[in-house]
């Protein structure tokens, strides 16, 4: 028998009571989780039924001890060296993190982050993840150059003992290469106590093929693809997750979509169905106005200039509906009681305006402005999920998509941030998602993102999900970035916005952002949007 073997058996009701309280009873296997070594875990394994999983009988948190360097590691390094790395330390000043970021907000629910890092290519990487109710150190094997994915269920044990903001993780990591210690280097990352809802939807496009689809993402899983015609993308979901919009096969096309099934076409050809805003029961859509002279998002199939709303089921225009011909980019909020867009008319791009909304009657009414540049120009407003806010990309050009940036040999799309405006009109920069740690960085040009200047001001799309839970609200965004030590790519962010309860923005509710787990990191990936998952 194993060491490993005889160590398992003897500590089954640890293993046992740590997974309960991780409630993922896959942590526990030869490629997972080597050592358990809480003797408080051991102590409550045969505690009262009357205690719920992952407190003791008098209701505290049971802390979680994982040890996956002593006595036995991955990395198969003997007790001596191992104790070694454990206690020694070294040089640090030619190591930083690459990813994730220092200060990232994640959800629960998704995989782990991929560590990534430089420093001297490694032979064996220490980590310590640690907060008050979590412990796990490990001496592993690197999945790559300067590349780490944790074991199987260390994640999720930890994600299952958060507590968010209020007790965040420290990750320190070393490295031990020519039997010299590097490190460690340490940030703090953050876990909610919320999963992100639902699916994420992106346009995919694989090169040099430029083969274009729509990918799903669902929470723990790779992307698969979901809508694949003839160039297919420029979509639009609604919040409920039953009916989606894109430019398919020459054309614009609706779809329906229910439970795990794969979509169906529901109107083969859907005027304006390009870049639309659905209500979020999908019944209805506003078409969204495309201005000839190169402003505004791109218009292909359906022949659709001036905005209107129109009927999902039918693809017909509903007839006074009060919404402005030069309304585009348009969005409900999740409620369907307010629908903000870009306004093409007078403004010309300039101007972010709001109107209240009926699904009883169809109509839009109450046009009011919500936020004005003179120079630059603004689109994509998506609201928060309690309709207080409206988060926005401003940039310096008409062409809101980034200029086929990733998708063509181009160095750098037109410069653009991520904002967000409250309902009374004040507005700040999602500075820390663009890549500072503040305004104060912002205006000196000092960034947190590991490719320098050459990093910044290239995000577009942003979208946000339609509920908020722990109590952040998630917006995605894509970026041309770099990914760690990945390579400078385009990818779908997401960052943490921290709900303010007054209802205002006037600072940055945004918290560091995390790529996306589940898409493919060598396509270009763009255009992310959330919607819950349909029954």
Known sequence: ???????????????????????????????????????????????????AP????????????LDDCLPVNHAGLDTATAQHLVDGSGDASAMRFLYPYDGTVFPRGIPGPTLMWDAPAAGVVYVHLHSSTFDYQGCLNPTGPNLLDLPSGVWDLAAASTKGAADPFTLDLKVYANETIYGPITEQLVIATGSLPGSVYFMEMVLPASEMAVMRVRAGAPAETFLSFVCTGCHAASANGTRFLAYSSGSGGSFTSSGSSSPKTLLGSTPGAEFAGISPDGSVYVAGAHPTGGGGPRTYG??????GLYDMATG???????????????????????????????????????????????VASDSRPLYSTETEFVGWPTFLPDGNAVVFAQGAAADFSGQDVGLVPVITG???????????????????????????????GQTYLPGGAADLHENYYPSVSPAATGGYAWALFDSMRTYGNLGVRRGIWITALTLHADGTYADDPSHPPFYLPGQNVNSVNFRGVAAFDPP
């Open 1 to 51: 028998m194993t060491a490993l073997s005889s160590w398992k058996r003897a500590n089954r009701a640890a293993c046992v009571a740590a997974c309960a309280v991780a409630a993922w009873a896959g942590a526990c296997n030869e490629h997972g989780i080597v050592g358990i070594t809480s003797e408080r875990v051991a102590r409550d394994a045969g505690a009262s039924h009357d205690a």
């Open 54 to 65: 992952g407190t003791d009988a008098d209701g505290a948190s049971l802390p979680i001890a």
């Open 302 to 307: 359906g022949g659709v200039t001036n905005a």
């Open 316 to 362: 017909m225009l509903v007839a006074d509906s009060g919404v402005p011909a030069g309304a585009g980019m348009p969005a409900f909020s999740p409620d369907g009681t307010q629908l903000a867009f870009t306004d093409f008319g007078a403004s010309a791009g300039h101007t972010l305006a709001r109107m209240s909304f009926s699904s009883a009657t169809r």
């Open 414 to 444: 037109p410069p653009t941030d991520l904002f967000i405006v409250d309902t009374a009109g004040t507005s700040t920069m999602l500075f820390q998602a663009a890549g500072f740690h503040s305004s104060a960085d912002a205006e000196t």
